[in-house]
Structure formats: structure tokens, C-alpha cells
């Protein structure tokens, strides 16, 4: 997120300090908001003044917008706050935190079906982005160290992928001066199209993306066909281009409620995939995954070598410090959870995914885009026949605000783009109960727009190069 610097001069006093409700009882001086005060506060009134702040925020238990985790239980908060101060980068100081990683990436590899004959290779991450970073990185350096070591030479790169992808991937593409080639969504393919996706391969591209639960609709991509398709363009062309899957969400659900789709190391294009511990692996923000099928798709010359701290330590990461809460706090949910314990969260959370998509249907105004048994999320859009009663779904996004309940409403990506939606996503902070208040409100919100036809719709347009969803 960008921050820009206030013109401290055209502030109001209001603007410029914080109020002094508490402070008043300590302290005459007004407690600049954008300049480092020039003398401190007492600890508790610091602390109170930012809690008042905070209370503006969103409750993250009514956050149904976001994918990433707002809850762990206490043991979990105890670990957590214990390990806040150690340095995960700090390989030789806390040698143990980093076998711990390990230990995560092991289980992630397995969870994954990585053959246990290949020695494959990954690391922990800030989250799915960096992860993505660094897998569309080995994917770039080996394109070209394969055409070069054919003797060619190599044009610009290129990367194939659903308009539906987050836009971390446009942010690889442009960062990394890789060419995004985009398969087109439809008005009903909201993901990517293999034969489409074939279309764009060339001997320059240096991956197919196949995403485990798009961001737009939780739909899971077609990935053991992109597999397959691209298997066999290999063969017929004599080229070698691999299949990276960004499971940025899916990666902790399939493995547990569909174990026998197809989508991992299973299949032999892909060579790489990331996941976010801080969404479905049910860790706090601030950890993510990424895993590669074998060592030797991960090029030596991406690896930094520090010592410095003492001891040789390999890094491939595109951060250095970070706290090594987040890595003990995904250790902590798999000894604790294990694979009982994640497959039964993610399985009642489908359950309550399925209850509001029936219950939402039964409403009447509404068509549903996300799939049952794909993420446990519902995305729907209003049908034509109240859209012309003059309300959208960005006034119902707004109305249910009023009860608390944050639920996004947002264009699809391009060429589905006239379709906007209200998304909700499912997470293990949301009982049935809640699933039921939520469709009450919602009934409530509908009706009240029904009752009010008169009423100017507020629709929000796709801007180009704008993400409504994250
Ligand atoms: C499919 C997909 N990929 C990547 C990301 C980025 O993940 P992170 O927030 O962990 O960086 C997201 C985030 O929602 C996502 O849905």
C-alpha cells in the first residue's frame, strides 16, 4: 500500500492532531498525527490512543471479504506473541526455528504428493506474492538457460494465464519484463480455457499458470487438462514447458475435501507450486509457501549465499528480516490440526458454503457463480430482472454494511466485466449461526430495495488496470 506525505499546512488542527480525551490527564501537548512527536507518552496512553483508532476498522469476524486468516485459538496467540521478536532470517541464531520450516516445507511437499524419490526443494514467504515472485523467477531463468544450452537464441519471454488471475501476476509480469498472455474469460468461463491457453504457447514462454480457486469465484482451474494439453504440445514440439500452479487458497482445501483430484505433483508438468498459510492453512497474515517438484528446477544462480550471521545460509527469497511467529504458527496448526483436524474445518466450511449458496438461490434475485465443492466461498450477482428494479450489488454491499458484515462487491476481471458480484468467502470464524444471520440480513437488504423501486442505482465500473478483488 502507498502512503503519501500530508502538506502539514493545509491540515485543520482536527486533521493534523489526534484528540485528547485521554491524554488531556498527562499531557497539554497535542499528539501530532504525521510528525514524530518531540517528547514520548506514557506506555498506556499510546496504547489507548490507537485502540480508539482501531475501533473504526472492520470487526475481522464480519470480514467475509478477505481470504486471509482472522482468528487462531489461544495457544496458537500464546506461540505466536512467545516468537514475535526472533528473526526468521536468523538461520544460525535460531537453528531451530529453522528446521522448523523445514519440517513445514517437508509436510507441505507430501501434502502436495511431491515424488519422495525427487529431492524437492521450497521455502517460506511473506505470502502467496512473494512465493509467486519466486517461482515466475526459476520459471524465467530456466526458459533461458534451456534455449540457450539448445544453442538458440532467446526472444522475450512470455507467461500464460486466465484474465481471473490476482493481480500479483501482473505485477510479476511487468516487474520481471515477462509478457502476460492472457486467456480471455467468457460471459460463462470465468477461469482459464485450455485449448485457449494452448493457442498462446511458443517456444518463448516460460509457464502456464493454473490457479486452485481463482480469486473472482473460488472456481478451481482446469489444471489436470492444462496438464494434460500441455504434455502433448511438449511432445509435438520437442519443448519443455512447465505448469505452475498457484494455490494460493486451494492448497489447504483439496488435499483435505477432495483428495483425489489431480492437481499437484500428481501430474508431470508441474514443476512448481505456491500456497498462502495465512488463508485455508489457517495462520495469521504474513506467511506463505512456495515448493518446487525437484532441486533442479530451482537454478543455482537465483540462491544468495550470506554468512554473515554466521554459518553459510542459502536464501531465495525476495525479503530478508521478518518475525518467525508466522512459520511456528503454521508448525503449531499442523502438529495440532493435523490432517483430521484441517480436513474437518474445511469440510464444514463447504457445508456452510453450500447452505448459503441454497439459501441465497432461494432468495430469488440472485445467480451463482461459484462452484459447490470448489473453495468455500459463494460469489453471486444480481439477475437482470432486480438490476432493472434500479438497485445493484454494490448497494447491497453497502447496506449490510450497516449490520457489520463486510462483503465485497466487485466487477469481474476483463471481458466478464459487465458481471459484478457480492463475494463470501467462508472461514473458520463463521458458524452456521452466523451463515443464517448473514442470510437474514441480506433478505432484510433485498427486500428493502425492492420496496423502494424509484431508487438510482449504484453501479461502479470497471476501471482498466484496477483489481476489484483480493
Ligand atoms: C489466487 C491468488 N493468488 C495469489 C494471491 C496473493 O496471495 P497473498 O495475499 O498471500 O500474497 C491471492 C490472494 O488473494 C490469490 O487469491
Known amino acids: 500500500?502507498?502512503?503519501?506525505?500530508?502538506?502539514?499546512?493545509?491540515?485543520?488542527?482536527?486533521?493534523?492532531?489526534?484528540?485528547?480525551?485521554?491524554?488531556?490527564?498527562?499531557?497539554?501537548?497535542?499528539?501530532p498525527k504525521y510528525e514524530l512527536p518531540e517528547k514520548g507518552m506514557p506506555s498506556k496512553i499510546a496504547y489507548r490512543v490507537i485502540r480508539d483508532e482501531l475501533n473504526l476498522d472492520g470487526n475481522p469476524s464480519l470480514n467475509l471479504a478477505s481470504f486471509v486468516t482472522t482468528w487462531m485459538d489461544d495457544y496458537a496467540n500464546r506461540l505466536l506473541s512467545e516468537s514475535l521478536g526472533k528473526n526468521y532470517i536468523d538461520q544460525d541464531e535460531y537453528p531451530q526455528t529453522t528446521k522448523i520450516q523445514n519440517y513445514c516445507v517437508n509436510m507441505i511437499a507430501r501434502l502436495f504428493h511431491a515424488p519422495e524419490i525427487e529431492d524437492s526443494v521450497g521455502t517460506g514467504t511473506i505470502g502467496s506474492s512473494e512465493?509467486?515472485?519466486?517461482?515466475?523467477?526459476?520459471m524465467k531463468w530456466n526458459w533461458r538457460d534451456k534455449l540457450i544450452k539448445k544453442g538458440k537464441n532467446p526472444g522475450k519471454p512470455n507467461i500464460i494465464m486466465g484474465q481471473n488471475v490476482q493481480v500479483v501476476w501482473e505485477k510479476f509480469a511487468r516487474y520481471f519484463e515477462v509478457e502476460p498472455r492472457y486467456v480471455k474469460l467468457t460471459k460463462d468461463r470465468y477461469v482459464i480455457g485450455v485449448e485457449e491457453a494452448m493457442a498462446l504457447i511458443d517456444e518463448n514462454t516460460i509457464g502456464v499458470i493454473g490457479i486452485l480457486g481463482s480469486t473472482y469465484t473460488g472456481e478451481y482451474e482446469p489444471i489436470e487438462e492444462l496438464n494434460n494439453a500441455l504434455e502433448k504440445l511438449n511432445k509435438d514440439k520437442g519443448w519443455d514447458v512447465p505448469l505452475h500452479v498457484d494455490a494460493a487458497s486451494g492448497g489447504f482445501v483439496a488435499p483435505f475435501t477432495d483428495p483425489l483430484l489431480r492437481w499437484d505433483f500428481r501430474l508431470?508438468?508441474?514443476?512448481?507450486?505456491?500456497?498462502?498459510?495465512?488463508?485455508?492453512?489457517l495462520v495469521y497474515p504474513g506467511i506463505g509457501w512456495v515448493v518446487w517438484r525437484s532441486k533442479k528446477e530451482l537454478p543455482e544462480d537465483l540462491i544468495f549465499h550470506v554468512n554473515y550471521l554466521g554459518g553459510d545460509q542459502p536464501t531465495f527469497n525476495l525479503n530478508f528480516s521478518k518475525s518467525a511467529s508466522s512459520v511456528l504458527g503454521q508448525y503449531y496448526n499442523f502438529l495440532y490440526l493435523g490432517n483430521d483436524g484441517y480436513r474437518d474445518i474445511m469440510v464444514s466450511l463447504q457445508h456452510i458454503a453450500e447452505y448459503l449458496t441454497e439459501e441465497i438461490e432461494k432468495i430469488g434475485q440472485f445467480k451463482i457463480l461459484s462452484k459447490l465443492g470448489h473453495l468455500p466461498v459463494v460469489a453471486f450477482a444480481l439477475k437482470s430482472k432486480a438490476i432493472k428494479k434500479g438497485y445493484s450489488v454494490y448497494?447491497?454491499?453497502e447496506k449490510l454494511r450497516e449490520r457489520g458484515w463486510i462483503v465485497p462487491a466487485y466487477t469481474m476481471a476483463?471481458?466478464?466485466?459487465?458481471?459484478?458480484?457480492?463475494?463470501?468467502?467462508?472461514?473458520?470464524?463463521?458458524s452456521m449461526d452466523m451463515a443464517q444471520l448473514l442470510i437474514e440480513d441480506l433478505t432484510r437488504a433485498v427486500n428493502w430495495f425492492e420496496s423502494r423501486q424509484d431508487r438510482k442505482s449504484h453501479v461502479k465500473k470497471h476501471r482498466k488496470g484496477t483489481h476489484g478483488v483480493c
Do not use: F, W
Not at 13 to 29: I, K, V
Not at 414 to 430: G, N, T
Open 395 to 397: 448497494d447491497l454491499s
Open 268 to 281: 508431470s508438468c508441474v514443476q512448481s507450486i505456491n500456497v498462502s498459510g495465512h488463508k485455508y492453512g
Open 414 to 430: 476483463p471481458d466478464a466485466q459487465d458481471i459484478s458480484v457480492l463475494r463470501v468467502v467462508v472461514k473458520e470464524c463463521m
Open 131 to 138: 512465493a509467486i515472485h519466486l517461482a515466475g523467477l526459476a
Open 1 to 31: 500500500m502507498l502512503s503519501n506525505k500530508k502538506k502539514l499546512q493545509d491540515m485543520t488542527h482536527a486533521e493534523r492532531y489526534h484528540a485528547l480525551t485521554y491524554g488531556s490527564r498527562y499531557t497539554d501537548e497535542p499528539i
